[in-house]
């Protein structure tokens, strides 16, 4: 992919993202990702004008676009919702992809191929299908591709690689690390590189939105930090970008105070920028 700018963007993205007389502009005026994907009681619209509209106001700079609405979404924890059935997502997808008509980046499914390996069953084989269905729909598209694989701490890059050849998935341009996790940016090159050699060459986008310091837990940690800024010059072989996917802010889910998973939590924010 050529390295054209980030699109950053202007306007109102969620009713409780912005307070009048509070600066937030460090997380404000970076590029950061669009989330696309169902809440438990969302009303079911499909996204291709949302998606069409927002890359032509982007014009030539690059949008990173985030589809979340597997079926069983989180394994129903945090971030439950999603689509109810293979027909029902393989709706949405393909209304996603008709949506796309220009460069763009998207991440595909966060969390859910590492799950896999929590599931069994009818639930394995539909969890399959769909992020292999979402994979070779969307390469056909103008996006660069890349499927979800989780963290270093997560699971080692020999059960990944296995989990992209066994899903199919491997087909995709790439694969997303660190996607809102907390993970150190050299140990996710690492990590990555052992994920790229096991695939024959399958290039990586690091999450780096909150990944600039140690963290005691995955859930709104008050010890976290901003990490380095989005770019898609990495200067690092095989890797295409460092990338705010998860915005700097948003709650990962109901704690000690916290808002629901990707609400604005005001203080959560304030802590990140100082």
């Not at 291709?48 to 979404?73: F, H, Q």
């Not at 997502?89 to 499914?109: N, P, Q």
């Not at 992020?131 to 997560?154: F, K, M």
Request: hydrophobic share 35%; proline share 4%; with cysteine.
């Amino acid at each position: 992919m050529d390295t054209k700018k980030l699109f950053v963007d202007n306007f109102d993205r969620l009713k409780n993202h912005r307070y009048t007389g509070d600066n937030f502009q460090q997380i404000l005026s970076q590029p950061r990702a669009f989330w696309y994907g169902w809440g438990r009681y969302d009303k079911k619209k499909l996204p291709e004008k949302s998606i069409k509209r927002l890359l032509k106001r982007a014009g030539e700079d690059i949008v990173t676009l985030v589809l979340y609405n597997i079926p069983k979404r989180d394994l129903n924890h945090y971030s439950k919702g999603g689509a109810s059935s293979f027909e029902e997502y393989k709706e949405y997808v393909d209304s996603f992809a008709k949506g796309i008509d220009r460069k763009c980046i998207v991440v595909v499914e966060p969390d859910a191929l590492p799950h896999l390996l929590k599931m069994e069953g009818n639930d394995y084989e539909l969890r399959s299908d769909c992020i292999r269905y979402a994979v070779e729909t969307l390469i056909h598209t103008d996006a660069t591709v890349y499927i979800d694989v989780g963290h270093p701490e997560w699971l080692t890059p020999n059960e990944i690689s296995i989990l992209l050849l066994q899903t199919y998935t491997d087909i995709a341009h790439g694969v997303s690390v660190n996607v809102s996790n907390f993970v150190d940016t050299d140990t996710c090159i690492d990590w990555a590189l052992k994920v790229n050699h096991l695939t024959g060459g399958m290039n990586f986008i690091i999450d780096t939105s909150r990944n600039g310091a140690k963290t005691d837990t995955w859930l709104n940690p008050a010890d976290a930090k901003i990490g380095s800024y989005p770019t898609l010059d990495t200067g690092v072989q095989f890797c295409d970008g460092f990338l705010w996917i998860k915005i700097p802010g948003e709650s990962d889910g109901k704690s000690e105070g916290a808002p629901s998973a990707g609400k604005f939590f005001k203080s959560y924010a304030e802590n990140l920028i100082k």
